[in-house]
């Protein structure tokens, strides 16, 4: 359902087929290296070495070590409140579109910790990116812009409501 690349690497979120690992250091002949059978649903993943996380739908989120590109190490798990659908990975913050919310969780050691949330009305939370102090997290109906300098108080900046139909990616 997304993919993120991280040097020769891709890390495919497949659905209810898990995540993949595909070497493209000869992207004439890509090959598959490794296969998580997640538990949920596979729907959005990010990296930001030497974190890999899986949005995993109703099964949260699930972090990975991959340090060491040959080996994908499984780390940490955390059960969000609703379904996952995408994560942005920077440092060791992980930004969660959770249905109706913008999580953010800090990953240290093993361990995911909950640092703080920012609720989304006006339809599901679909997707979300960040640059630099700004989340933006995208809706079935629009987008909304979020300070998250402060990760455990994120503050709404705007919505934007005026996408006609569905929105699925930002």
């Given at each position: 359902?997304r993919v ?10 497949a ?9 493209v ?12 059978n ?15 996380v899986?949005?995993?739908a ?19 798990l ?9 994560v942005?990975?920077?440092?060791n913050?992980?930004?969660v ?9 800090s990953?240290?050691g ?6 703080g949330?920012l609720p ?7 997707d979300?990116?960040?640059l630099?102090?700004t ?8 987008i ?7 990760s455990n ?11 006609t139909?569905l929105c699925?990616?930002v």
């Amino acid at each position: 359902e997304r993919v993120a690349a991280e040097g020769d690497r891709l890390y495919i979120a497949a659905g209810g087929n898990g995540m993949y690992v595909v070497d493209v250091s000869n992207p004439s002949s890509p090959i598959g290296v490794f296969i998580f059978n997640s538990p949920g649903l596979a729907k959005g993943i990010d990296s930001d070495s030497p974190y890999l996380v899986l949005a995993d739908a109703d099964d949260g989120v699930q972090f990975f070590d991959i340090s060491n590109p040959d080996t994908v190490i499984t780390r940490g798990l955390y059960d969000t409140p609703g379904l996952s659908w995408n994560v942005k990975v920077i440092g060791n913050l992980v930004y969660v579109a959770d249905n109706d919310a913008l999580q953010i969780l800090s990953i240290t050691g093993n361990y995911f910790y909950y640092k703080g949330q920012l609720p989304i009305t006006d339809g599901q939370v679909k997707d979300i990116d960040v640059l630099g102090n700004t989340a933006y997290v995208l809706n079935v109906s629009g987008i909304t812009s979020v300070d998250v300098s402060a990760s455990n108080s994120p503050d709404m900046l705007f919505y934007y409501a005026t996408f006609t139909g569905l929105c699925a990616s930002v």
